[in-house]
């Protein structure tokens, strides 16, 4: 009997495991199909508006820069400890979520930008790991160019 026990136990936090992964499945396809009463808004192409508070979003991109400065630092000194703390902080920081807002609502090559600016941070704490100066240069050069191309092309002149 005692055996049993167990068994309903666990057959039943599986039915309640599984209603909440269907339940869970149908919101997110809910979501995704555009159905309730979500608006989007749209973005005018003039003023390139990526975020909810530019306030947050400049003082959160200043902190990116002091990163990448500290970075460049580390890069000419070879301090190997710096350089992996500084790509690590680089890696684990996102300009898509310094915006306040979802993915959906924002620019498609502004997401591609900061995928490619965490796969480009990536490559860099790779390089440092490896502690090869020819390849770190030529990841943070790539990184470099990543920041300049979403710069280009969304940072309001001053």
């Known amino acids: 009997m005692e055996n049993m026990k167990g068994f309903w136990v666990i057959v039943v936090m599986i039915i309640v495991l599984v209603s909440f992964f269907m339940l869970s499945r149908y919101l997110v396809k809910r979501v995704e199909?555009?159905?309730g009463d979500m608006v989007l808004p749209v973005l005018d192409e003039e003023e390139n508006v990526l975020y909810e508070s530019a306030a947050k979003f400049r003082m959160h991109m200043k902190f990116l820069d002091e990163y990448d400065d500290?970075?460049?630092?580390?890069?000419?000194?070879?301090?190997?400890?710096?350089i992996s703390k500084y790509a690590m902080?680089?890696?684990n920081t996102s300009p898509l979520i310094f915006t306040g807002k979802r993915k959906?609502?924002?620019?498609?090559?502004?997401?591609l930008l900061d995928t490619s600016f965490h796969f480009q941070s990536l490559?860099?704490?790779?390089?440092?790991?490896?502690?090869e100066m020819v390849r770190l240069n030529i990841e943070y050069e790539?990184?470099?160019?990543?920041?300049?191309?979403?710069?280009?092309?969304?940072?309001?002149?001053?």
């Open 70 to 82: 500290a970075l460049a630092v580390a890069i000419e000194s070879q301090n190997w400890d710096a």
């Open 33 to 35: 199909m555009g159905e």
């Open 104 to 111: 959906v609502e924002l620019p498609k090559e502004f997401v």
């Open 123 to 131: 490559a860099v704490v790779e390089a440092s790991e490896s502690r």
């Open 142 to 158: 790539k990184l470099q160019q990543t920041c300049d191309e979403c710069h280009e092309k969304y940072k309001k002149k001053e």
């Open 89 to 91: 902080l680089l890696k």
